[in-house]
């Protein structure tokens, strides 16, 4: 059955009315510090929500606490499994193929700049981190998990960084749309799940096609939590696939935030990766994203590209590539290790890492919109960011 989404003029109109409901109260009565300070305290997702917190910001944690009633129990509970065996290749194709994706897209790029992000990969990384986890426990929607405050907290960075920005008068909404539409959160859940696929599958490691689909149905679900329409939401992988290959072309390009960001992300895993193979990790990275994504964001080439090309090709010559496979399997689990096991909390001198309200932009001059390229047709996946 083909996906009949909105259109992509409607997609880039509209933010996320309940989420930016809240958050325009907030700003305008000074209460985000507040709001935070309380939101800490919220971790669980059978926690009552607490009695001091502004009567905007109670109504908005109600109002989007439900799951959504067509959500398939069963198919979250398959996925934990298939994170179980392949947790440690999922994590890294994200931490590495789709957070280089996410910075591909300009204007993304832009706006983590515009809100702290980009001297800070490591923030940004322990971020991803605890989404990814929290997305990937046992029965993350049950009254046990973690995730629904973490994706109610996510949605409201989302509003602000959206509000402020609208308030600060450099964007042209006529132009170029809602910063952090529907559209770049469309983006953002085909990047964490299709091109996650897409990128273990570059690497040699192979899902099941009902794993496959699960894992996509999993982003799907966590989409429309964050705020993304459910009309706005292909319902298979294959229709996602397709979706993205359309979208893809549009939304990515060059910039000198994507660049800084990748080049930040990359230092990091040198400073944590064991040092005899540090060096595969742009290779890596390379191999996951494809050479002109890797081109753009400036991630360097260089000898390590042949070892992880034999890693994910292990059956053309098993003499030859056996040392290959077991150095490159050193570095993609090294990577899923340092994600799974919240390692990379080292490098931000055992703070741990909160989703907080931004209320104010930085310092720094307001993202200017980048000059549009042949084919261009408005907003860029942003990363929504657990993490997105």
């Known amino acids: 059955m083909e996906h009949l989404a909105p259109s992509p003029g409607d997609l880039r109109t509209e933010g996320d009315p309940p989420a930016d409901r809240m958050v325009i109260e907030l700003l305008d009565s000074g209460e985000i510090a507040h709001a935070n300070q309380v939101l800490h305290g919220l971790r669980h997702n059978d926690q009552l929500v607490p009695e001091d917190l502004p009567a905007v910001l109670r109504d908005y944690l109600m109002e989007t606490r439900p799951v959504p009633a067509w959500v398939d129990s069963e198919r979250i509970a398959r996925v934990h499994a298939f994170f179980r065996h392949d947790g440690i290749h999922v994590a890294s194709a994200l931490s590495l193929g789709a957070m280089v994706g996410c910075y591909a897209a300009p204007m993304g790029a832009k706006l983590l700049h515009t809100t702290h992000r980009l001297d800070h990969p490591h923030r940004r990384l322990s971020e991803t981190t605890q989404f990814l986890l929290h997305m990937m426990a046992e029965d993350p929607l049950g009254r046990h998990g973690d995730l629904v405050p973490a994706i109610q907290k996510v949605r409201l960075i989302h509003a602000a960084v959206r509000q402020l920005l609208l308030r600060d ?51 799907r679900v966590v989409g429309v939590m964050l705020g993304l329409r459910a009309d706005a939401v292909p319902e298979s992988l294959a229709e996602a696939e397709q979706l993205w290959k359309e979208m893809e072309p549009r939304h990515l390009g060059p910039s000198a935030e994507g660049i800084a960001l990748t080049g930040g992300l990359l230092d990091l895993y040198h400073q944590i990766a064991p040092p005899g193979v540090r060096g595969a990790v742009p290779a890596v990275v390379r191999r996951m994203v494809g050479s002109q994504v890797a081109d753009w964001m400036e991630v360097p080439a260089g000898r390590w590209e042949k070892v992880v090309a034999g ?20 570095v993609l689990d090294r990577v899923g290790r340092i994600l799974l096991n919240a390692e990379v909390r080292r490098v931000t001198h055992g703070q ?8 104010e932009l930085s310092a720094g001059d307001a993202p200017q919109v980048p000059a549009a390229r042949a084919g261009d047709a408005g907003c860029c996946p942003q990363d929504a960011r657990p993490a997105p």
């Open 311 to 330: 890693a994910a090709h292990a059956e053309e010559s098993v003499n030859a590539v056996e040392e290959h496979h077991v150095l490159a399997r050193r």
């Open 169 to 219: 008068g450099h964007w042209d909404v006529a132009e170029h749309g809602v910063p952090i539409c529907q559209e770049d959160l469309l983006g953002a859940t085909l990047i964490f799940s299709v091109t996650v696929l897409q990128g273990m599958a570059r690497m040699g490691v192979h899902c099941t096609p009902q794993e496959a689909e699960d894992y996509y149905y999993t982003w």
């Open 352 to 359: 741990s890492t909160e989703f907080d309200i931004p209320s």
